[in-house]
T-cell receptor, first 112, second 107 residues
Framework: NAGVTQTPKFQVLKTGQSMTLQCAQD?????MSWYRQDPGMGLRLIHY???????DQGEVPNGYNVSRSTTEDFPLRLLSAAPSQTSVYFC???????????FGSGTQLSVL | RKEVEQDPGPFNVPEGATVAFNCTYS??????FFWYRQDCRKEPKLLMS???SGNEDGRFTAQLNRASQYISLLIRDSKLSDSATYLC????????FGAGTRLTVKP
């Protein structure tokens, strides 16, 4: 019963460093997405994918890259970390776009 | 105007109270609506979907008013365990989240 698995749970980066947040789901969901959550704001969509090989931008895509080589995995790459990317990141999946989302446990990222 | 707007609260209520949250949305074409619950430092979890005719799940009742573009969540007989932040979610082509309403239920 793994559901959506995100790693790492916590990460501290220096400005300019790059890293990849991992997300995997075992529910055979077609749709996967990444959100960031900042204090006082709703979750904001970074990137999403409607199936293997297909990705698209959300509301706040700048500074992030994604790929979807398999149905199960949807990693999020920070190309050159900036303090403005300090946030809590959630991966979410659903059978299809616009259906109820299942979330991973989140990654708390700090960029110094 | 924000796409999805919620009263941030906090709502502080005693056990047993009835509390209601409202959420307004800007896209009249939205077709699906949800309420999620988020505990401190945890991931959001689906509380209930919101259907056009309104729906109930135990102590929780959700209503949709398309004409006025708002949805509501009513919690009856509040429990200590209901303390959390409640997120309104609206389909805009992709899911858009309100900032959440914080509820604290006190003994």
């Amino acid at each position: 019963n793994a559901g959506v698995t995100q790693t790492p749970k916590f990460q501290v980066l220096k400005t300019g460093q790059s890293m990849t947040l991992q997300c995997a789901q075992d529910m055979n969901h077609e749709y996967m997405s990444w959100y960031r959550q900042d204090p006082g704001m709703g979750l904001r969509l970074i990137h999403y994918s409607v199936g293997a090989g297909i990705t698209d931008q959300g509301e706040v895509p700048n500074g992030y890259n994604v790929s979807r080589s398999t149905t199960e995995d949807f990693p999020l790459r920070l190309l050159s970390a900036a303090p403005s990317q300090t946030s809590v990141y959630f991966c979410a999946s659903s059978y299809f776009r616009n259906e109820k989302l299942f979330f991973g446990s989140g990654t708390q990222l700090s960029v110094l | 105007r924000k796409e999805v707007e919620q009263d941030p609260g906090p709502f502080n209520v005693p056990e047993g109270a009835t509390v209601a949250f409202n959420c307004t949305y800007s896209n009249s074409a939205s077709q699906s609506f949800f309420w999620y619950r988020q505990d401190c430092r945890k991931e959001p979890k689906l509380l209930m979907s919101v259907y056009s005719s309104g729906n109930e799940d135990g102590r929780f009742t959700a209503q949709l008013n398309r004409a006025s573009q708002y949805i509501s969540l009513l919690i009856r007989d509040s429990k200590l365990s209901d303390s959390a932040t409640y997120l309104c979610v609206v389909n805009f082509g992709d899911m858009r989240f309100g900032a959440g309403t914080r509820l604290t239920v006190k003994p």
